[in-house]
């Protein structure tokens, strides 16, 4: 019988605690030696290339655990230039290379007068609001090369995508595939279930059909973005608290950094929409970070 002070129990086998200490100090060195190897990597990197920008970056990583990070994940990659941008709760250092812009839902269904989101009696000035800061944000998004990617939130026209709870919840008399202001309601193909033609998609431009909230539920948000590097998202759209901030949150799960910039996310509720980006930026950005299209558009005009 062992009591709760450890009496009775068997002794400790001789030489067990020091090979648990060993086996901590050979781990402890095999990583700084996988730092340093980076590191030195890094500098002979910056030094072939003759950037002061790539040695400004490795002096920075010395110093910043975070960069630190990529620098060991891709160093070569990461040799390009980085820019801090003014965010809450603390700069974001964008990596341009790494970085795709997430814009969420920008349907006519959500936004436009006369579609389904005013049919339920929704005030969609609250989300239109949003319409001129992302269409600046992503004509200078585009001039500086960088990749962009749209979602819409719908279903199969036979429905089989629809989870029946979602079908009759809110228990409204006309739901999502019945016959709505723009077609069928949050149909794939239907006019309200499109884009809004001021943020339309470019040639190119991927699109998301999501069936869920999040963007990465049942879609292939996550190998797209794999495929090309990306490990940062600017996510814009609508509505903050409903498929931003559920998109945010699947995407910090996934090895994601979130910048969501507050002037080009919106909700039908504003004590909802102020909440929601509360929630991503408390308790030191716990799903990411909140700053303004006017800081990024800026930041972006520093890109060589
Ligand atoms: C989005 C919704 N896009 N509120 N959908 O947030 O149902």
Redesign the pocket.
């Known amino acids: 019988m062992i009591d709760a002070n450890g009496a009775g129990a068997p002794p400790i086998a001789a030489g067990a605690s020091y090979f648990a200490e060993e086996q901590a100090r050979r781990v402890a060195i095999t990583t700084s030696l996988i730092e340093a190897r980076g590191m030195i990597f890094a500098w002979g990197m910056s030094r072939q290339a003759g950037a002061e920008d790539v040695r400004h970056e490795f002096r920075a990583a010395a110093i910043d655990p975070h960069r630190r990070l990529y620098a060991q994940e891709t160093p070569a990659l990461s040799m390009s230039k980085s820019i801090d941008l003014a965010a809450e709760p603390y700069e974001f250092t964008l990596r341009p290379e790494h970085c795709a812009l997430l814009i969420?839902?920008m349907?006519r269904d959500?936004l436009e007068p006369g579609g389904f989101g005013e049919m339920l009696g929704n005030d969609v000035s609250q989300l239109r609001r949003t319409i001129e800061p992302n269409r600046r944000l992503l004509e200078a998004w585009r001039a500086a090369g960088l990749p962009a990617l749209h979602t819409r939130?719908g279903h199969r026209p036979d429905l089989s995508d629809l989870p029946p709870a979602k079908k009759v919840r809110g228990r409204s008399a006309t739901t999502i595939g019945d016959a709505g202001p723009m077609g069928r309601i949050l149909v794939r193909g239907e006019a309200g279930h499109d884009i809004i033609p001021e943020l339309y998609p470019a040639p190119g431009e991927p699109v998301i059909d999501k069936p869920g909230?999040g963007a990465f539920h049942a879609t292939d948000l996550h190998s797209i973005l794999q495929h090309r590097d990306v490990k940062q998202l600017v996510v814009t759209?609508?509505?903050t608290e409903?498929?931003?901030n559920t998109t945010v949150r699947e995407a910090n799960d996934r090895g994601y950094d979130c910048l969501v910039l507050e002037d080009c996310v919106g909700s039908y509720f504003p004590e909802f929409h102020a909440m929601g980006l509360k929630m991503i930026k408390a308790q030191g950005g716990i799903f990411g970070w909140v700053s303004h299209s006017d800081a990024l558009i800026k930041a972006l005009a520093a890109i060589p």
């Open positions: 969420i839902d349907q959500f939130e909230k759209g609508v509505t409903v498929c931003v």
